[in-house]
């Protein structure tokens, strides 16, 4: 009995621990409809970044040009670094990988690429082993971390538990807790 | 014997000549591009201009001094406007796209830029479409597309449904103004070079115009067989990247524009 008598707190402290995340809270459900998924990183290492064998082109983003490369972003996952000093014959040489990437620049040898919310600075004179001169971190704001920047519709709540946030995708949801 | 014997051995002085005569290319244009920059898709939000670096985020822009590349300082921000998505260089011109309108800075000495114009799209700033830019002394062109995607900051349902290249007139470059309005499917990238525009126009393709006459720009060629996001332009040759390929095509010859090569999804 005496147990029994913290059940409604039990709850309502449930229920603040889980309306913490909520955006914007929907009275009625709203059925399954269109809206925003966060892609998260479990990966805890979400800033290494390193340069790879080629892999396969899945779905391509921003692109890039210099001195007979091409740069192209996989998004959100990296870089590949495609040799088109015959563009008959274009021949992808390496892939950089950088989680939550979508930017590219070149200066010199130095390649600016966005990770998650840092930029981060990379000498490339050696494709086969870059090496990350600088780090500026919170390049862009927290919003990309926890709700999708510059969108207006119905998003998963982002729950930090699950990782960091690189990316949102498109997809149905069943009844979401958050819009904007 | 010994004819076979002379061709090999004029094989190998080729292959000679022709390795120094490489190496010595490589450390001609090494020399020459020191410190140089490369050449950006119209979605950039990254542009390099001298030892600057420009980036966009949602709302503004900030300038980085690259004066030692491998660490870039910042050491301005500007409030822009929201939903910004592009920023694009010519000749000392900043223009920045965002989801509602155009913006157009000046780089001044000290490399920071200072606003010239700021151009709605439509009645307001408070509707939006999606669009990147390019331009040249002269003229502005913009791509403006409703469908909404994640990867467009722009996107959301709040979107005006507006899909259309819009040329302004940029000789006053305080005060740009609307020449004419074409309508598209979805066009995302542009690029420019010379009079000769490059529109990808999602699903409908990559098109391509002579835009001599902005008031009736004409259609030269459009390949519609895939879905191209977006341009560069590189003096004849032209990549165009698709969600799942990159294109190449030669258009030196704008009446026989040729595929020169594709890398394709899973490759």
Redesign the interface.
């Known amino acids: 009995m005496k147990n029994l008598r913290l059940l409604p707190l039990l709850l309502f402290a449930l229920c603040i621990n889980s309306c913490e995340v909520i955006d914007f809270d929907n009275p009625e459900p709203v059925g399954t409809v269109e809206g925003l998924r966060p892609i998260y990183t479990s990966n805890e290492n979400w800033d290494i970044i390193s340069s790879q064998e080629p892999r396969p082109i899945e779905n391509l983003g921003k692109i890039y040009y210099k001195d007979n490369v091409i740069y192209v972003n996989e998004r959100n996952k990296g870089i590949h670094v495609i040799d088109n000093s015959n563009p008959e014959n274009p021949v992808p040489i390496r892939f950089i990988e950088v989680i939550g990437s979508e930017d590219i620049a070149i200066k010199g040898n130095t390649l600016y690429v966005d990770n998650v919310t840092d930029l981060v600075a990379i000498d490339i004179s050696n494709i086969l082993e870059i090496e990350v001169t600088s780090r500026v971190k919170d390049l862009y704001s927290e919003a990309k971390k926890t709700f999708p920047e510059g969108y207006s519709g119905f998003f998963e709540c982002v729950d930090l538990a699950n990782g960091v946030v690189i990316g949102w995708e498109e997809t149905l949801l069943d009844n979401p807790n958050c819009q904007r | 014997m010994k004819s076979i014997y002379s061709s090999t051995r004029l094989i190998f002085t080729l292959c000679t000549l022709i390795t120094l005569l490489a190496f010595s290319c490589q450390d001609d244009?090494s020399l020459a591009?020191?410190?140089?920059?490369?050449?950006?898709?119209s979605?950039?939000?990254?542009?390099?201009v001298n030892n600057f670096?420009y980036?966009v985020?949602?709302s503004s822009i900030?300038t980085?001094d690259?004066v030692d590349?491998?660490?870039?300082a910042?050491v301005d921000e500007q409030i822009v406007g929201?939903?910004i998505e592009s920023i694009f260089h010519f000749d000392g011109r900043l223009f920045v796209g965002s989801?509602a309108g155009l913006f157009i800075y000046q780089i001044e000495a000290n490399g920071l830029p200072t606003q010239l114009s700021a151009t709605n799209y439509f009645e307001s700033f408070e509707t939006f479409s999606c669009d990147p830019v390019a331009a040249d002394s002269t003229h502005a062109y913009v791509t403006l597309n409703t469908l909404?995607?994640?990867?467009q900051?722009?996107?959301?349902?709040?979107n005006i449904q507006t899909n259309e290249l819009r040329i302004y007139d940029i000789s006053d470059l305080t005060n740009p103004s609307l020449l004419a309005q074409y309508q598209m499917e979805a066009p995302k990238g542009v690029g420019l070079d010379g009079k000769t525009l490059f529109v990808c126009d999602d699903a409908a393709g990559l098109k391509i115009y002579d835009v001599n006459d902005p008031l009736n720009i004409q259609l030269i060629k459009q390949f519609d067989n895939f879905t191209a996001?977006?341009v560069?332009p590189?003096d004849g040759?032209l990549?165009v990247?698709?969600?799942?390929?990159?294109f190449?095509f030669?258009y030196t010859d704008l009446s026989n524009i040729q595929l020169?090569?594709q890398?394709?999804?899973?490759?």
């Open positions: 244009s591009e020191a410190g140089e920059t490369g050449v950006a898709g979605y950039a939000r990254f542009i390099i670096m980036i985020d949602a900030k980085f690259l590349e491998t660490k870039p910042q929201e939903r989801g909404a995607r994640i990867d900051p722009c996107g959301g349902i709040d996001f977006d560069i590189l040759l990549l990247v698709g969600p799942e390929n990159v190449q030669d020169v090569s890398i394709a999804y899973g490759i």
